[in-house]
């Protein structure tokens, strides 16, 4: 394996082979660890189940030899048989620590197991040459035939039977010793895996760390350098990384959202600029327009008031020479005047609406509260007289908006009027004024029951001096749905036509709602509320 195709690994990959080979060499150091900590415990099992307690066996087999020997010469000087009982007993027990003895020995305790073979051995001659002799004699010749006996027979039969159980000790305590010392490297061995397995560990912990500082911790903090120096405005700053190949790609990525970012921002900054440019323009053309508006008004204003005086004249002349010289002239003459008057009378209407529709929003006494049900009463009054008998006017419960009470006046006055105006032949006129909420505005409706107005000319029924029909037809200068229109937009609203309905006229209007004004959904919780505490 290369090493230009392992500094391509992952993070991912780096840490899965580290861990992997931490495991190998922990698994590897963990069997050898048990195979330690087995033959540790079969060498503990020797030393305290099988060495010390064969060890202890031949010295208590020694023990029941030399019983043996005293409870015969015993017996020898007294001939009492009760003094037989040391030998009896230690026949007893030497054969009980010969199985004993036996059954701790290993197959491979060949040496033990030979040595314990030769003390049997020589404890049956002992016993055969001597022992059993010696106890026949006294028995059938008495004590002195058996005390002389036993000074005839050597001792040397005994001393190997006991030289035999001092070499069965020698290779016993070998064994004891063996495994003694074999317990102790296997200790020092675990001691010495515990502490390899704790230095892989302490290495790898910190390989661990190399690797995570090397290639997450110091790339992160450079790349986050970067990142806050792109942020802080230096979009053609190039982000790149050194660490990982995750960081690396994703340092790639930022960077080309970084390239997207700035491509646009270049976008966007021309397109400020663009429209910048274009709002200079728009305020130029608004301030134009403001100015030209204002100086149209007021043209518009002095225009109508300087008209007033030479009209009043030539309509006052013109009435003065109809009463004074009707009939004294030709028909043609009387007719000739009549138009004269009905002219300067019409012009006089139109300078005077003219005016009023200059003064809207001009000349201003200021918003306060309005109760709509209030001014409907008092448009209602002044419209009586037209209205006549048959007339019905009615509404529903008004709000009370912020405004001017002369122009909602006005409004209500020109729509109204319209309603009694294009009423149908021989139908009584119903007008109905209603009003709804909504969100944060009224809905304000006027219905009639009249000629109603074409779809086609919805748009321009609003436009100032706008007829829809001949001037003998129906009396009036065409400019009172205008005046109505400025009227509503002055206070914040807007007006529309249902082109809905099929009979009459429904004209729509909205204005805002009073500050402070609950919704209805709260407003009647709060209203049952007040009601059960009245209860």
Known sequence: MSLFSVRTWTLRRRIVALCIAVGVLLSALGVFAAITAAQNNRQLDDVLNRASPMRAAGESLNTAYVDQETGIRGFAITGNEANLQPFNQGLADEQRLVSRIEGLLHPEDTAIRDELTEVRQRADVWHREVAEPVIALIKAEGTQAGQDRLKS???????ALRVAIADMQDDIQVLRTKS????????RTMVAIQITAAAIIILAGSALLLLLDRMVSRPVTELAEQVREVADGDYDRHIASSGSPELAGLATDVDGMRQKIAAELSEVREARSQIEWVN?????????????????????????????????KVASFCQLLQR???????????????????????MQRLINDLLAFSRIGRLTAGFTEVDLDHVLTEVRSQLEVRAGEDAEISWGELPTVEGEEPLLTT????????????????VPPVIRVSA??????????????GIGIEAEFADKVFVIFQ??????AYEGTGIGLAIVKKIVEYHGGRIWLDLEVEDGTSVWFTLPVLPGTPDEESAAPEQEAREEVTA
Do not use: C, M
Not at 153 to 159: G, H, K, M, N
Not at 180 to 187: G, L, N, V
Not at 436 to 449: F, K, S
């Open 467 to 472: 007829r829809l029909h001949a001037r003998d």
């Open 280 to 312: 200079d323009q728009l305020k130029v053309q608004a301030e134009e327009l403001t100015r030209s508006n204002r100086d149209l008004e007021q043209f518009a204003y002095v225009a109508s008031h300087d008209l007033q005086e030479p009209l009043r």
């Open 411 to 426: 409004l209500f006055v020109n729509l109204i009027g319209n309603s009694l105006k294009f009423r149908r032949p021989e």
């Open 324 to 346: 004074r010289y009707a009939g004294q002239l030709d028909e043609r003459a009387d007719q000739y005047i009549a138009f004269a008057v009905d002219g300067a009378q019409r």
């Open 153 to 159: 027979t050597s001792t040397e039969r005994f001393d």
């Open 436 to 449: 709804e909420r909504d969100g944060g505005e009224w809905r304000i409706n006027v219905r009639d029951n």
């Open 180 to 187: 003694a010392d074999a317990a102790k490297q296997s200790s």
